[in-house]
C-alpha cells in the first residue's frame, strides 16, 4: 500500500540552513525536493569523486587497474618482440653489420631450394612450417621483401624483461594490500553521499527576503509526524504542514510485507504509482510467482533455483536478490509437482505417486492440452481482477457517478465471468443464467452507453460507448489470449528437456557399460543447465510483460509517482 505523506515547509534564516539539513539526515525520514543530478560545479565534483573511489574499489576487487594494465602491456610488447627476434638467435650485432644481411622468413612449402644457388644465402632457423634466412650482400632481384633488422637480441631484452616483471609484481602486491582499505573506502563514498545530497537539498532552497532567509519543501511520512515535529520544535524551526495533495506531487514510499517487499524491485522496473493511485505490488507478487512457476514448469529446475538463491546469499552483490530467488524455487516446486514435472520427466507414473495422482493437472481437459487451459483460466482471473481494481480506484478517486462507465464493463466482464462459471457447474438452470446475464447485460449497459460521462451529452456517450465497446471486445480478447504463452512456454521448456533426457538415453544404452556413464551425465547436466537458463530468461520477461501490459492497462495504472528518498545520513 502507499503510505501518507505529510508536506512540510520550512522557513528558516540563510546561516541556518546547513546546520538544518544535517539534522534533517539525522532523522532521516524527511524527502526534500530536490535534483537528482549535479546542479553545479561542487556538486559534479562531489560525483566525480565517488565514482573516482567507486572505480577504486571495482579495481582493487578484481586486482586489476590502468597501471598494472599498462604495466602488463608493457612486458607483453616485450615478449612478442623476444619471440619475433628468437629464431635469429644470439650474435654480434656489430660485427655482422659489416657483412651486408638481408633478413627473411617465408613459409617452408614456399622456400625454393634453388635461391641458395643464386644468392649467398643461409638458413639461419625453421620450426613450425617458418624459414628463417639472411642473404649476405648483393640481394637484387631476391622476390621477397626483407624484414627490419633485429634491433635486439633475446639476451639483451631480457633484462628488461626482467625488470618490467617485478614491478608488475611490486604493484600486484600494492593492489594486494590496499583491498585492506575496501571498507575505509566504502565508507567514503557514504560520507560523500551524504555531502552530496545535503548539498543538493541545500541548492532546492528558494532565498527570500535579499538572501536572508531560505525556503524548503519536504515530504515524511505521517507516521513519523511525532518525530518530525519534535526536531522542529526543539531546533525552533518556522514550519507549516498539511496534509500531502496530489498536486504537489508528493514521493511515493511503500508499506508492505517482507513476502510483498521482494518484488517491489519489479514495481520500481515500471515506475512508482501516482499519489492518488495504488501500489499493483501485492498483485505483482502473487500473479508474477504463479506466472513464472508456470513457465519454468518443473518441480526439479525448483529444486536449482532454491539452491541458486541459497549461494546467492554469499555473494554481496547479489544478496538481496536471493530471497526473491528462492521464493521463485519454491513456487517453481509446488506448481512443477503440480504439472508432475521432474527435470522432464513425468512422475505421474512413478508407483510412489498412485495414491496421490489426483491432485496432478490432467493431460486434457475438455478434448484440449490442460495446461493451455489452466493458463486461459489463470489470465481470464487476471484480468477480471485488474478491472475490479480498477473500478474499486476510479470510485475512490473520481466518485461513484463519475465512475459508472468502468463500472458498467466491470459489472458486464466480470459478472458475465462468475455467472459463466457457476452455470458450468450446473448451479444454476439454463433460463436462471439467461435472465441473470440479461440483468447483467442490461444494468451494464446504462453505466457503458449514457452514463459513462455524467458531464457529456447522452448522445456523444452512446457514441463513445460504441467506441469503447469495440476497443474492449477487440482488445480483451486478445488480452486473454497473451496469456497462452505462459502454456507455451512451460511445453518449450519440458519438450526440450525430455529432448536432452532422449538423447542420453541414446549414449547410455542400456547401462551396462559403466564407461558411457560419464558421457551420459555430462550431456544431461549440461542440457538441463542451459535450459534452465533460457527458461528463466522466458519465464521473467514474459511474466513482467503479462503484469505491466496487460493487467496496468486493465487496471489503469499510471506510473507517474516518484520514489520515497528521504535525507540520510550514511556515514
Same mark, same amino acid.
Given at each position: 500500500?502507499?503510505?501518507?505523506?505529510?508536506?512540510?515547509?520550512?522557513?528558516?534564516? #540563510?546561516g541556518?540552513?546547513? +546546520?538544518?539539513?544535517?539534522?534533517?539526515?539525522?532523522?532521516?525520514?524527511?524527502?526534500i525536493?530536490?535534483?537528482?543530478?549535479?546542479?553545479?560545479?561542487?556538486?559534479?565534483?562531489?560525483?566525480?569523486?565517488?565514482?573516482?573511489?567507486?572505480?577504486?574499489?571495482?579495481?582493487?576487487?578484481?586486482?586489476?587497474?590502468?597501471?598494472?594494465?599498462?604495466?602488463?602491456?608493457?612486458?607483453?610488447?616485450t615478449?612478442?618482440?623476444?619471440? !619475433?627476434?628468437?629464431?635469429?638467435?644470439?650474435?654480434?650485432?656489430?660485427?655482422?653489420?659489416?657483412?651486408?644481411?638481408?633478413?627473411?622468413?617465408?613459409?617452408?612449402?614456399?622456400?625454393? @631450394?634453388?635461391?641458395?644457388?643464386?644468392?649467398?644465402?643461409?638458413?639461419?632457423?625453421?620450426?613450425?612450417? /617458418?624459414?628463417?634466412?639472411?642473404?649476405?650482400g648483393?640481394?637484387?632481384?631476391?622476390?621477397?621483401?626483407?624484414? @627490419?633488422?633485429?634491433?635486439?637480441?633475446?639476451a639483451?631484452?631480457?633484462?628488461?624483461?626482467?625488470e618490467?616483471?617485478?614491478?608488475?609484481?611490486?604493484?600486484?602486491?600494492i593492489?594486494?594490500?590496499?583491498?585492506?582499505?575496501?571498507?575505509?573506502?566504502? #565508507?567514503?563514498i557514504?560520507s560523500?553521499?551524504?555531502?552530496?545530497?545535503?548539498?543538493?537539498?541545500? /541548492?532546492?532552497?528558494?532565498?527570500?527576503?535579499?538572501?536572508?532567509?531560505?525556503?524548503?519543501?519536504?515530504?515524511?511520512?505521517?507516521?513519523?509526524?511525532?518525530?518530525?515535529?519534535?526536531?522542529?520544535?526543539?531546533?525552533?524551526?518556522?514550519?507549516?504542514?498539511?496534509?500531502a495533495?496530489?498536486?504537489?506531487?508528493?514521493?511515493?514510499? *511503500?508499506?508492505?510485507?517482507?513476502?510483498?517487499?521482494?518484488?517491489?524491485?519489479?514495481?520500481?522496473?515500471?515506475?512508482?504509482?501516482?499519489?492518488?493511485?495504488?501500489?499493483?505490488?501485492?498483485?505483482?507478487?502473487?500473479?508474477?510467482?504463479?506466472?513464472?512457476?508456470?513457465?519454468?514448469?518443473?518441480?526439479?529446475?525448483?529444486?536449482?533455483?532454491?539452491?541458486?538463491?541459497?549461494?546467492?546469499?554469499?555473494?554481496?552483490?547479489?544478496?538481496?536478490?536471493?530471497?526473491?530467488?528462492?521464493?521463485?524455487?519454491?513456487? /517453481?516446486?509446488?506448481?512443477?509437482f503440480?504439472? #508432475? /514435472?521432474?527435470?522432464?520427466?513425468?512422475?505421474?507414473?512413478?508407483?510412489?505417486?498412485?495414491?496421490?495422482?489426483?491432485?496432478?493437472l490432467?493431460?486434457?481437459?475438455?478434448?484440449?492440452?490442460?495446461?493451455?487451459?489452466?493458463?486461459?483460466?489463470?489470465?481470464?482471473?487476471?484480468?477480471?481482477?485488474?478491472?475490479?481494481v480498477?473500478?474499486?480506484n476510479?470510485?475512490?478517486? +473520481?466518485?461513484? =457517478? =463519475?465512475?459508472?462507465?468502468?463500472?458498467?464493463?466491470?459489472?458486464?466482464?466480470?459478472g458475465?465471468?462468475?455467472?459463466?462459471?457457476?452455470?458450468?457447474?450446473?448451479?444454476?438452470?439454463?433460463?436462471?443464467?439467461?435472465?441473470?446475464?440479461?440483468?447483467?447485460?442490461?444494468?451494464?449497459?446504462?453505466?457503458? *452507453?449514457?452514463? +459513462?460521462?455524467?458531464?457529456?451529452?447522452?448522445?456523444?456517450?452512446?457514441?463513445?460507448?460504441?467506441?469503447?465497446?469495440?476497443?474492449?471486445?477487440?482488445?480483451l480478447l486478445?488480452?486473454?489470449?497473451?496469456?497462452?504463452?505462459?502454456?507455451a512456454?512451460?511445453?518449450?521448456?519440458?519438450?526440450?528437456?525430455?529432448?536432452?533426457? !532422449?538423447?542420453?538415453?541414446?549414449?547410455l544404452?542400456?547401462?551396462?557399460?559403466?564407461?558411457?556413464?560419464?558421457?551420459?551425465?555430462?550431456?544431461?547436466?549440461?542440457?538441463?543447465?542451459l535450459?534452465?537458463?533460457?527458461?528463466?530468461?522466458?519465464?521473467?520477461?514474459?511474466?513482467?510483460?503479462?503484469?505491466?501490459?496487460? *493487467? *496496468?492497462?486493465?487496471?489503469?495504472?499510471?506510473?507517474?509517482?516518484?520514489?520515497?528518498?528521504?535525507?540520510?545520513?550514511?556515514?
Amino acid at each position: 500500500m502507499i503510505a501518507k505523506m505529510t508536506q512540510y515547509s520550512f522557513i528558516l534564516l #540563510h546561516g541556518d540552513k546547513e +546546520n538544518f539539513l544535517a539534522g534533517l539526515q539525522e532523522l532521516g525520514v524527511v524527502d526534500i525536493t530536490r535534483a537528482t543530478k549535479p546542479v553545479d560545479s561542487y556538486s559534479q565534483d562531489l560525483l566525480d569523486n565517488i565514482e573516482t573511489v567507486r572505480r577504486d574499489i571495482e579495481c582493487t576487487e578484481k586486482g586489476m587497474d590502468d597501471t598494472l594494465a599498462a604495466l602488463l602491456a608493457e612486458r607483453d610488447a616485450t615478449l612478442r618482440e623476444i619471440e !619475433d627476434i628468437r629464431p635469429w638467435g644470439e650474435y654480434d650485432r656489430e660485427r655482422l653489420s659489416a657483412f651486408g644481411l638481408h633478413y627473411y622468413s617465408v613459409a617452408a612449402k614456399k622456400f625454393d @631450394p634453388a635461391w641458395q644457388e643464386q644468392y649467398a644465402l643461409q638458413v639461419v632457423h625453421e620450426q613450425d612450417g /617458418t624459414v628463417w634466412f639472411v642473404i649476405v650482400g648483393d640481394n637484387a632481384g631476391f622476390p621477397l621483401k626483407a624484414l @627490419p633488422a633485429p634491433a635486439h637480441t633475446p639476451a639483451d631484452l631480457q633484462p628488461l624483461l626482467d625488470e618490467q616483471e617485478q614491478k608488475i609484481a611490486a604493484h600486484r602486491k600494492i593492489l594486494e594490500e590496499r583491498k585492506q582499505s575496501i571498507p575505509q573506502m566504502r #565508507h567514503h563514498i557514504l560520507s560523500l553521499e551524504t555531502e552530496l545530497d545535503r548539498y543538493l537539498a541545500g /541548492t532546492a532552497a528558494v532565498p527570500a527576503a535579499e538572501n536572508t532567509i531560505d525556503t524548503l519543501v519536504g515530504f515524511a511520512p505521517t507516521e513519523n509526524d511525532a518525530a518530525v515535529t519534535e526536531y522542529l520544535e526543539r531546533e525552533g524551526v518556522f514550519y507549516l504542514k498539511e496534509e500531502a495533495k496530489v498536486e504537489e506531487n508528493p514521493p511515493i514510499q *511503500f508499506k508492505n510485507n517482507k513476502f510483498v517487499k521482494m518484488f517491489e524491485v519489479l514495481t520500481d522496473m515500471y515506475g512508482r504509482p501516482a499519489y492518488d493511485g495504488f501500489d499493483p505490488t501485492p498483485f505483482i507478487a502473487v500473479f508474477f510467482l504463479l506466472f513464472f512457476a508456470l513457465c519454468m514448469g518443473d518441480a526439479g529446475y525448483g529444486l536449482v533455483l532454491i539452491l541458486v538463491g541459497l549461494l546467492l546469499k554469499k555473494v554481496d552483490s547479489f544478496r538481496s536478490l536471493a530471497p526473491l530467488v528462492t521464493t521463485l524455487g519454491v513456487a /517453481t516446486v509446488v506448481v512443477g509437482f503440480f504439472l #508432475h /514435472t521432474f527435470f522432464s520427466i513425468d512422475i505421474a507414473q512413478w508407483k510412489c505417486f498412485a495414491g496421490i495422482r489426483g491432485i496432478f493437472l490432467p493431460d486434457e481437459i475438455a478434448g484440449y492440452a490442460g495446461g493451455m487451459i489452466l493458463s486461459l483460466i489463470v489470465g481470464v482471473v487476471h484480468l477480471c481482477l485488474a478491472m475490479i481494481v480498477k473500478a474499486v480506484n476510479a470510485v475512490r478517486v +473520481n466518485g461513484f =457517478a =463519475a465512475s459508472l462507465g468502468t463500472l458498467g464493463w466491470t459489472l458486464l466482464i466480470v459478472g458475465g465471468v462468475i455467472v459463466g462459471g457457476i452455470a458450468l457447474t450446473g448451479v444454476m438452470s439454463a433460463t436462471v443464467t439467461k435472465w441473470v446475464v440479461i440483468v447483467l447485460g442490461v444494468v451494464a449497459a446504462i453505466g457503458i *452507453f449514457p452514463l +459513462n460521462d455524467p458531464k457529456r451529452n447522452k448522445l456523444a456517450n452512446v457514441g463513445l460507448g460504441v467506441w469503447d465497446t469495440y476497443q474492449m471486445v477487440t482488445g480483451l480478447l486478445g488480452d486473454v489470449l497473451s496469456y497462452l504463452r505462459l502454456y507455451a512456454l512451460g511445453l518449450a521448456g519440458s519438450m526440450l528437456g525430455m529432448a536432452f533426457n !532422449d538423447m542420453g538415453k541414446m549414449v547410455l544404452g542400456d547401462g551396462s557399460n559403466f564407461i558411457l556413464w560419464i558421457p551420459f551425465i555430462l550431456l544431461v547436466l549440461i542440457g538441463h543447465t542451459l535450459n534452465i537458463a533460457m527458461c528463466a530468461l522466458g519465464a521473467f520477461v514474459h511474466p513482467l510483460r503479462l503484469n505491466f501490459l496487460e *493487467f *496496468f492497462k486493465n487496471s489503469g495504472y499510471e506510473a507517474s509517482g516518484r520514489k520515497f528518498n528521504p535525507l540520510i545520513n550514511n556515514k
